[in-house]
């Protein structure tokens, strides 16, 4: 499973980057408003400070185009900022319909806001690249995000669809296993919940002992001599 870290934070990219475990980074209009990323020269920009941060990977950038020769347009401003953008696209008609235009001229493209099974199969038939199902709203809705991922996995697995399912909305460490166990492809996730699963009390128990015990042998040797 791929991880992609769900932030337009540079620092946080960088850190996530440095652990040696990244694969992509998704935004989104909300997460690029939160870094204070305002306007469309300075939102490419901040793309392509996230490509030369992540020398190797995908980068989702997201349309905020509603129709479809708009979302065409923009979409191809955004893949000509640098390769490893990925063109984001809402789950609505005249997304899918832009999809397939991606689809046929080879630019890469996330479907997002994808909550059913159905919009799932709708992407794939269109030639989305990844699907996003947006896992911790669907709880928050009292339904089972980790479920949809299965079924998804599932239906994906009998049809031969190529889409990658992009486990999105991602809350904590637990989220992340079981999206790994439902057959996610990718998962992307904010900072925390990944450096959540660096941690146990067991693994700091025994640290803590193994160290002890070592500096008592050191101890115990410079004593012999
Ligand atoms: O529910 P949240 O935490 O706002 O997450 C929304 C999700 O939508 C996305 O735009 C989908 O890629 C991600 O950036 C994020 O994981």
Redesign the pocket.
């Known amino acids: 499973m791929k991880f992609?870290i769900?932030?337009a934070n540079l620092a946080q990219i960088k850190e996530a980057h440095d652990l040696g475990i990244l694969d992509g980074v998704?935004?989104?209009?909300?997460?690029m408003a939160k870094e204070g990323v305002k306007g469309e020269e300075a939102v490419m920009k901040h793309y392509l400070t996230i490509c030369e941060l992540v020398d190797d990977g995908d980068i989702?950038a997201?349309v905020l185009s509603t129709t479809v020769d708009e979302i065409i347009e923009e979409g191809k401003k955004l893949a000509a900022i640098h390769p490893q953008i990925v063109v984001?696209v809402p789950m609505i008609k005249d997304g899918v319909k832009a999809l397939k235009w991606f689809s046929d001229n080879g630019i890469k493209t996330?479907c997002?806001?994808v909550f059913s099974a159905g919009q799932a199969i709708l992407a794939a038939k269109a030639g989305a690249n990844y699907v996003?199902p947006?896992i911790?709203?669907i709880d928050?809705s009292n339904w089972d995000g980790v479920e949809l991922i299965k079924q998804i996995s599932q239906i994906y697995k009998i049809q031969g669809y190529k889409t990658e399912i992009?486990a999105?909305?991602?809350?904590s460490p637990l989220h992340i296993v079981k999206c790994a166990e439902a057959g996610a492809d990718v998962v992307?996730?904010?900072l925390e919940p990944i450096l959540g699963l660096l941690k146990h009390p067991l693994t700091d128990i025994g640290l803590a002992k193994f160290l002890e015990d070592a500096k008592k042998m050191r101890a115990e040797l410079a004593g012999v001599k």
């Open positions: 992609f769900d932030t998704t935004t989104n209009p909300s997460l989702s997201e984001k996330n997002t806001l996003s947006f911790g709203r928050d992009l999105a909305s991602i809350r992307t996730s904010p």
